[in-house]
């Protein structure tokens, strides 16, 4: 189980979270505009890298608060917590 | 060879007709029906651990085709009519049982859902019936069926055909019937890159050298994004962690396949006597074979609460794998946007028992540059298109 260091309540096991998958990812400025495949692209493909990603978690059983994590996929450790609207950091 | 050795471990040439990456149960069964159904021998199967050591090693070993659209049923029916004959296809014992499989309703939606999946497999040839609760204890007595639990059984879809394999066996006997006809098998030879020239694949880079091949063919399951990204193509999966486990060896309690939705888990006893089990995926991506310790406790609750006779029983081993999950609950099959690349990917949770089927027809999309009708509807583009094949309410818990 992972241990989750969420920003406003601190380290908490992953039961006490919701996954929300990749972070970054807008809704479109204007949806009417895109094509067919721009709009598929949007729905259904994410980004799914052996290595750091960029995802969300909702702390649902706590502050039931949104932030972003970046995980590395190979040993689920966590290398940065930051708010939603911020950058995603710099992984050295 | 050895003598004992069932298969030849080859090494690496500097050029092929076909390369399949992945010596899973799909890609062995792919390069089998390349040789037997095409005669097309000059095939390499590139694996980057061992032969059949990634899901092929640590499913479930269900097999069933009874899923709601004809696209699926198709597919599905496909390989269990396969199954059906595998045994003596491969002259190798696969203890392929045909108990069958009840899939649960526990709520007035699954009732619905699961006398609408009946009646759309018997339509679609796929043998199923619907069970009252006195149904399922005849077929199998050991579920609970009392209206006193939390979540009780209203019915369940039975499907008397669908059963279990010994995995193992069934890559065994592929990988000796497809060496016997020429294929090369090459294990820890890890694929690092596929060299596209002009929009053609010509090449795949490997911690073995370069291998030219005429067709490449990725069977890779869980690392299928990682592969196609060094080709310039993006999937729509996401890689997840699957848990399994087993008890220790008990006496024969349970003759058939449970499965249920609504409280997470599927059930089989093995022939050897160990409870199989499987669970839900993990949440969160990873590529690590190892899921969260929280989803095996629930697994469990949920195993006891169907089964209450196993409440003694001793868990021996759990252990997890990845799998490639689609947006829809189906797989992806056939042409890529570089040619000469194929996709099989987006099994997700259920690939096994689509074994023979999956291998049957990815071999002739490879010999024929054309998907095989059986899995024409099933391409990348659907996700533009819009054509999904949603299987989200006959994928079980897990398929």
Redesign the interface.
């Given at each position: 189980?992972?241990l989750i260091p969420c920003p406003w309540c601190g380290a908490r096991?992953?039961?006490e979270f919701?996954?929300g998958?990749q972070a970054h990812v807008a809704y479109p400025e204007d949806p009417s505009a895109l094509s067919?495949?721009q709009w598929?692209?949007y729905?259904?493909?994410?980004e799914?890298?052996?290595g750091d990603?960029a995802?969300r978690w909702s702390h649902s059983a706590g502050c039931r608060r949104w932030f972003n994590v970046v995980?590395d996929?190979?040993?689920?450790r966590i290398k940065h917590v930051y708010l939603p609207g911020e950058p995603r950091p710099v992984t050295p | 060879m050895h003598p004992d050795r069932l298969w030849r471990s080859a090494e690496p040439r500097k050029s092929y007709e076909v390369v399949i990456v992945g010596a899973g149960g799909h890609g062995l069964a792919t390069a089998y029906y390349l040789a037997k159904n095409h005669g097309i021998t000059d095939v390499a199967v590139l694996e980057r651990g061992w032969l059949a050591g990634g899901n092929m090693a640590r499913n479930t070993t269900i097999i069933r085709s009874n899923y709601l659209w004809d696209e699926s049923a198709g597919i599905y029916e496909h390989a269990l009519k396969l199954w059906e004959g595998l045994e003596e296809d491969l002259g190798y014992p696969l203890l392929f049982s045909q108990r069958g499989v009840l899939n649960l309703a526990h709520s007035l939606q699954d009732v619905r859902d699961g006398v609408r999946r009946v009646e759309a497999n018997r339509v679609n040839g796929v043998d199923a019936e619907w069970l009252d609760p006195a149904g399922v204890k005849e077929v199998c007595p050991i579920v609970e069926v009392s209206p006193e639990v939390r979540y009780p059984v209203l019915g369940a879809t039975y499907q008397p055909r669908a059963g279990i394999a010994k995995h193992d066996n069934v890559a065994w006997a592929l990988a000796t019937a497809a060496s016997a006809l020429g294929v090369d098998f090459i294990e820890h030879c890890e694929v690092t890159g596929i060299e596209v020239s002009g929009g053609r694949a010509v090449a795949v880079d490997t911690v073995r050298g370069r291998i030219a091949a005429n067709r490449i063919a990725l069977s890779a399951a869980g690392h299928t994004s990682v592969v196609a990204a060094t080709a310039g193509i993006d999937l729509p999966l996401q890689t997840h962690p699957l848990q399994a486990l087993v008890s220790e060896l008990l006496e024969p309690v349970h003759p058939t396949v449970v499965m249920s939705n609504a409280v997470h888990v599927y059930v089989s006893q093995a022939h050897k006597g160990e409870l199989v089990m499987g669970a839900g995926i993990d949440a969160a991506n990873s590529y690590r074979r190892r899921g969260a310790f929280h989803i095996i406790e629930r697994q469990m609750a949920a195993a006891l609460e169907l089964f209450p006779v196993f409440a003694r029983a001793h868990v021996l081993r759990t252990w997890g794998g990845i799998v490639d999950v689609s947006p829809d609950a189906s797989p992806v099959i056939g042409l890529s946007p570089v040619e000469n690349l194929y996709l099989n990917c987006g099994w997700g949770t259920g690939g096994f028992k689509a074994t023979p089927g999956v291998g049957w027809c990815y071999a002739h999309t490879i010999a024929h540059d054309e998907p095989h009708p059986l899995v024409a509807p099933f391409t990348l583009d659907r996700f533009t298109t819009g054509a999904l094949v949603d299987e989200h309410g006959a994928a079980a818990v897990a398929h």
């Amino acid at each position: 189980m992972l241990l989750i260091p969420c920003p406003w309540c601190g380290a908490r096991d992953e039961v006490e979270f919701h996954y929300g998958g990749q972070a970054h990812v807008a809704y479109p400025e204007d949806p009417s505009a895109l094509s067919d495949e721009q709009w598929g692209r949007y729905l259904f493909f994410r980004e799914n890298p052996e290595g750091d990603f960029a995802e969300r978690w909702s702390h649902s059983a706590g502050c039931r608060r949104w932030f972003n994590v970046v995980r590395d996929t190979r040993s689920n450790r966590i290398k940065h917590v930051y708010l939603p609207g911020e950058p995603r950091p710099v992984t050295p | 060879m050895h003598p004992d050795r069932l298969w030849r471990s080859a090494e690496p040439r500097k050029s092929y007709e076909v390369v399949i990456v992945g010596a899973g149960g799909h890609g062995l069964a792919t390069a089998y029906y390349l040789a037997k159904n095409h005669g097309i021998t000059d095939v390499a199967v590139l694996e980057r651990g061992w032969l059949a050591g990634g899901n092929m090693a640590r499913n479930t070993t269900i097999i069933r085709s009874n899923y709601l659209w004809d696209e699926s049923a198709g597919i599905y029916e496909h390989a269990l009519k396969l199954w059906e004959g595998l045994e003596e296809d491969l002259g190798y014992p696969l203890l392929f049982s045909q108990r069958g499989v009840l899939n649960l309703a526990h709520s007035l939606q699954d009732v619905r859902d699961g006398v609408r999946r009946v009646e759309a497999n018997r339509v679609n040839g796929v043998d199923a019936e619907w069970l009252d609760p006195a149904g399922v204890k005849e077929v199998c007595p050991i579920v609970e069926v009392s209206p006193e639990v939390r979540y009780p059984v209203l019915g369940a879809t039975y499907q008397p055909r669908a059963g279990i394999a010994k995995h193992d066996n069934v890559a065994w006997a592929l990988a000796t019937a497809a060496s016997a006809l020429g294929v090369d098998f090459i294990e820890h030879c890890e694929v690092t890159g596929i060299e596209v020239s002009g929009g053609r694949a010509v090449a795949v880079d490997t911690v073995r050298g370069r291998i030219a091949a005429n067709r490449i063919a990725l069977s890779a399951a869980g690392h299928t994004s990682v592969v196609a990204a060094t080709a310039g193509i993006d999937l729509p999966l996401q890689t997840h962690p699957l848990q399994a486990l087993v008890s220790e060896l008990l006496e024969p309690v349970h003759p058939t396949v449970v499965m249920s939705n609504a409280v997470h888990v599927y059930v089989s006893q093995a022939h050897k006597g160990e409870l199989v089990m499987g669970a839900g995926i993990d949440a969160a991506n990873s590529y690590r074979r190892r899921g969260a310790f929280h989803i095996i406790e629930r697994q469990m609750a949920a195993a006891l609460e169907l089964f209450p006779v196993f409440a003694r029983a001793h868990v021996l081993r759990t252990w997890g794998g990845i799998v490639d999950v689609s947006p829809d609950a189906s797989p992806v099959i056939g042409l890529s946007p570089v040619e000469n690349l194929y996709l099989n990917c987006g099994w997700g949770t259920g690939g096994f028992k689509a074994t023979p089927g999956v291998g049957w027809c990815y071999a002739h999309t490879i010999a024929h540059d054309e998907p095989h009708p059986l899995v024409a509807p099933f391409t990348l583009d659907r996700f533009t298109t819009g054509a999904l094949v949603d299987e989200h309410g006959a994928a079980a818990v897990a398929h």
